[in-house]
């Protein structure tokens, strides 16, 4: 229940964000509010996961042979199944021993941050981005220098300036592709410049890809790890957005990295400790996990495309027949858009947290305002 009056704390979370929207309902408002506050699939009917996947649950319970503890890093045949789910797009294959599974893709952000952090260094995160990630470098006292996404241009890379914020403490850059929140694809050669720049600045690029496949525009979706020959790559995924499930906590974090350096520089071997003391994704959802990646069928990967690029289409053109929103760039893969706010349009706006504020309370709208993933006078859209 919201009340009359408008609360102004500010929010520091998307989290938070959604919370302090809903308080703002109107509470005389009768109409079921609508959000579009968080990328949960699972939420709508049209997004239930595959047979296959609820299938391989049910015999991973009935098998009685997931109901220990796992194994560090996870037990071996899920991380060989990821290890060749992964593989499928490479020109090498991965190993089993390059795989770590997590308890979902921000435990793996989470452990990746914190094995790369040490005292001085700082990390490149992109604007807008997905804010969690900051957090994990705010945690373990990374100095966070941010770079643009070029909107004109597809929302890609400003290499130049990562190139004029680099120096010798940077310890890594952060791609996110299929963007989050931008709804961005890079394509082959954007992806080559990265590596290429990574490679001259001696840095690590690790690649937020938990949207990975889920691409509905021109360009198809190219792994980061294509390009580990080039520079090493630490890659985070997840079946939480591909097939729809969220809440089963399954994550992984691979080194990709055939040159070997990871493990020269015991980024490895640091992970491995870390996980010792960390919570593990349920042995159960392990155990399901072979048949899910192996079995699961392109059709069902179709039909959740072909709602998404639906969705998008009626967004799309809607969105276009508003005059105080422009869109930069149509979205190309993952669930979000982000549009600008042109506030010289709008009457006592002051900026996109008052705009969200005033469509809570006055049209029961959940959208989030742009700040919350660092770019100001925006709002994120969410596809769903």
């Not at 276009?320 to 706006?349: H, R, S, T, W, Y």
Request: proline share 7%.
């Amino acid at each position: 229940m919201g009340t009359n009056v408008l609360k102004t704390e500010t929010p520091t979370s998307i989290d938070d964000a959604v919370y302090f929207l809903k308080e703002n309902l109107n509470e005389g408002d009768h109409r079921p509010s609508i959000s579009f506050g968080f990328g949960d699939p699972s939420c709508f009917e049209c997004f239930r996961t595959t047979p296959v996947a609820e299938e391989a649950i049910v015999e991973a319970v009935r098998s009685a042979k997931f109901n220990s503890y796992a194994p560090t890093g996870g037990i071996l045949p899920a991380r060989r199944a990821v290890a060749d789910y992964l593989s499928r797009d490479l020109p090498y294959r991965l190993s089993p021993d390059d795989v770590y599974l997590t308890l979902g893709c921000n435990q793996a952000a989470e452990i990746t941050i914190e094995v790369l952090a040490r005292p001085g260094a700082n990390i490149l995160l992109p604007r807008p981005g997905y804010p969690d990630i900051e957090a994990y470098a705010i945690f373990n006292k990374l100095e966070i220098r941010q770079f643009d996404l070029l909107p004109e241009r597809g929302w890609e890379v400003d290499l130049d300036t990562i190139e004029a914020m680099s120096d010798e403490s940077t310890v890594a850059m952060v791609i996110i592709n299929p963007g989050n929140p931008s709804g961005s694809v890079y394509t082959y050669n954007h992806l080559n410049k990265i590596a290429e720049t990574a490679r001259k600045l001696g840095i690590v690029v690790i690649a937020d890809e938990v949207y990975g496949h889920l691409v509905y525009g021109s360009n198809p979706f190219v792994p980061m790890s294509l390009f580990a020959t080039i520079v090493p790559v630490i890659t985070l995924g997840s079946v939480s957005k591909r097939w729809m499930i969220p809440g089963w906590g399954l994550g992984w974090l691979v080194t990709c990295d055939p040159s070997g350096l990871l493990r020269k520089d015991e980024i490895a071997e640091s992970i491995n400790k870390l996980l010792v003391y960390s919570p593990f994704p349920p042995t159960l959802i392990q155990g399901a996990i072979p048949q899910i990646l192996e079995k699961t069928t392109q059709d069902f990967f179709s039909k959740t495309i072909n709602i998404l690029r639906k969705n998008l289409e009626i967004c799309y053109d809607k969105l276009k027949e508003i005059p105080c929103i422009m869109i930069p760039q149509k979205p190309e893969g993952a669930f979000f858009a982000m549009v600008e706010l042109n506030l010289l349009l709008l009457e006592d706006i002051e900026d996109d947290m008052e705009f969200c504020l005033k469509l809570a309370k006055e049209e029961s709208l959940i959208i989030l305002p742009g700040v919350t993933v660092g770019l100001k006078n925006y709002i994120n859209y969410i596809l769903l």
